[in-house]
């Protein structure tokens, strides 16, 4: 995907990390503040920001600044859900798709389609879901 900072970023689920690729073709991959949610989805925010899924194991929207801090967000996703793509739209949110983690088999099994948008300008950084 290429990033609002001209890179081109993408997920490394297998390693759990970030990756960046420079037009020198530096490679740099980040996992500092990742805590294991095996990222998937990945989009440029118009904030400037990279944003990203972790979903099979953790659930969660992630951010990275072009600098590589990355900060997770969980808060107003619902128990057991499964971020998995996600779009910036010209709205100035971030919508995001997923499942659901069924009680038998957390990695696997998938509930309800799920759907939900986050907005970037909120100083929480909450997510607001929905059931398709």
Same mark, same amino acid.
Request: net charge neutral; charged share 20%; with cysteine.
């Given at each position: 995907?290429?990033? %609002?900072? *001209?890179?081109? /970023?993408?997920?490394?689920?297998? &390693?759990? &990390?970030?990756?960046?690729?420079?037009? &020198? *073709?530096?490679?740099? =991959?980040?996992? +500092?503040? @990742?805590?294991?949610? =095996?990222?998937?989805?990945?989009?440029?925010?118009?904030?400037?920001? #990279? /944003?990203?899924? =972790?979903? @099979?194991?953790?659930?969660?929207?992630?951010?990275?600044? %072009?600098?590589?801090?990355?900060? =997770?967000?969980?808060?107003? !996703?619902?128990?057991?859900?499964? %971020?998995?793509?996600?779009?910036?739209?010209? +709205?100035?949110? @971030?919508?995001?798709?997923?499942?659901?983690?069924?009680?038998?088999?957390?990695? #696997?099994? !998938?509930? %309800?389609?799920?759907?939900?948008? @986050?907005?970037?300008?909120?100083?929480?950084?909450?997510?607001?879901?929905?059931?398709?």
């Amino acid at each position: 995907m290429n990033g %609002p900072d *001209g890179n081109v /970023w993408f997920t490394d689920g297998d &390693a759990d &990390a970030i990756g960046r690729i420079t037009s &020198a *073709g530096t490679v740099t =991959e980040f996992s +500092d503040g @990742l805590t294991g949610g =095996e990222s998937h989805g990945i989009t440029a925010g118009p904030d400037g920001n #990279v /944003w990203f899924t =972790e979903g @099979l194991t953790s659930g969660r929207i992630g951010r990275i600044t %072009p600098a590589g801090v990355i900060s =997770e967000f969980s808060s107003g !996703l619902a128990t057991g859900s499964v %971020p998995s793509a996600i779009t910036s739209a010209k +709205d100035g949110n @971030l919508y995001f798709t997923g499942g659901r983690r069924t009680a038998r088999r957390p990695r #696997v099994g !998938l509930g %309800p389609s799920r759907s939900g948008c @986050l907005d970037c300008a909120s100083a929480s950084a909450s997510a607001r879901s929905r059931s398709t």
